[in-house]
């Protein structure tokens, strides 16, 4: 099934298909993802440079690493200096906040520890019930849900969450409707709708009219969410289109979303070095304040959007899109992946770290607007 998805004979007929159709609506047209998957794919497999030059891809805010706020590490880095067990992903370790990352305050001698889900550490705090623990929730509508249910199971006393999940759709939604950017059509995530189905974008589509595809994560997946688009836009009939019907419906896993339902409330949401997101953000409900580890440490609340990046990076411009990693004067100078200045050189799905990975250093789009 894999060789099928990466057969590069089909490969070549769809893009064939997708400069039929480029040529046939000749304005130029600029296509957005918002996943750090589809942009490893987009570039570990020159999707780019098979395109007609009327048509460009832009990579969105979907990179979870990228889009944590600064003043929520900062917190985390605080607690852990106080001597809070502090246990996240691998790369969230490494973001810096205003100051430092968690990597630098375990250089400092906290205890920070990197772990690969949530289980883990709820089974590190119930190994360990005299230390205070702290999960560093980050991430998107993908990772939710496996929080949510250990927290309706019940968690040990000496555990609490720092949350800072963002919700997918209300951040793509908030993106089509933008007159900013200058989209004309959107890759949505198919892991994320997966979770939350194709559902939750609809009122956003009926406001903008924007053609968008739920795709998957496979060279031939990309390169058919890009002709269904561009079809889309041919013949004048926008939708919303599922590519990857393998994994994503409609109603999306309706028992993941009953669980975030009763676990988690959504706020409004900020997003790195961009902006605030209508109902983008994931919050504890009151009955869960016990494990609400800005509850239980009287840590600030509300939203912050404190400065966040050394002097010259253009990091919030990087995650919307409006340029690309080698116009920004830092990339692959004083930031590289060893020794990340900003968030999206850390993350694997940053477009920073992807970029660099792949030595682009000099990549001018066909039709930047």
């Not at 969105?60 to 067990?85: N, Q, R, S, W, Y």
């Not at 509508?141 to 969450?161: H, I, Q, W, Y």
């Not at 759709?169 to 939350?196: C, K, R, W, Y």
């Not at 605030?276 to 953000?281: E, L, N, R, S, V």
Request: aromatic share 10%.
């Amino acid at each position: 099934m894999l060789k099928y998805y990466r057969n590069p004979t089909l490969a070549k007929a769809i893009v064939e298909k997708i400069n039929d159709l480029a040529k046939k609506i000749q304005e130029d047209i600029a296509i957005m993802h918002v996943c750090g998957s589809h942009e490893w794919t987009i570039t570990h497999y020159g999707i780019r440079s098979l395109l007609p030059d009327n048509v460009q891809i832009r990579a969105g805010p979907g990179c979870p690493v990228c889009i944590t706020p600064a003043t929520d590490i900062d917190d985390a880095v605080k607690l852990a200096l106080d001597g809070v067990v502090v246990v996240t992903y691998g790369d969230m370790s490494r973001s810096k906040g205003t100051k430092m990352s968690l990597q630098d305050a375990k250089a400092l001698g906290a205890d920070v520890r990197v772990i690969y889900g949530v289980q883990d550490a709820v089974a590190m705090a119930r190994k360990e019930p005299n230390k205070e623990f702290l999960f560093f929730a980050v991430g998107m509508d993908t990772t939710a849900p496996a929080t949510a249910f250990e927290v309706l199971k019940g968690v040990p006393r000496n555990l609490s969450f720092l949350v800072s999940y963002r919700y997918t759709p209300s951040i793509q939604g908030s993106v089509m409707e933008s007159n900013v950017l200058g989209i004309d059509a959107f890759i949505s995530a198919g892991h994320s709708a997966t979770i939350t189905g194709m559902k939750p974008y609809y009122e956003y589509f009926l406001r903008t009219k924007k053609p968008v595809v739920f795709s998957g994560f496979e060279p031939i997946d990309v390169l058919l969410s890009i002709y269904m688009l561009l079809r889309q836009i041919y013949e004048g009939k926008p939708m919303l289109e599922n590519e990857y019907t393998r994994a994503v419906t409609w109603e999306g896993n309706v028992k993941a979303q009953e669980v975030m339902e009763r676990v988690f409330d959504l706020e409004d949401g900020y997003v790195r070095g961009v902006a605030i997101f209508p109902k983008a953000g994931f919050r504890l409900k009151d009955e869960f304040k016990e494990v609400d580890a800005r509850e239980r440490y009287g840590l600030r609340k509300g939203i912050s959007t404190k400065d966040e990046y050394v002097a010259g990076a253009r990091c919030g411009e990087v995650v919307m899109g409006l340029i690309d990693p080698p116009e920004c004067p830092l990339y692959m100078k004083t930031c590289t992946p060893e020794d990340p200045k900003g968030s999206p050189m850390v993350s694997q799905e940053g477009t920073c770290w992807i970029w660099a990975h792949h030595k682009i250093l000099n990549y001018v789009p066909r039709c930047k607007r």
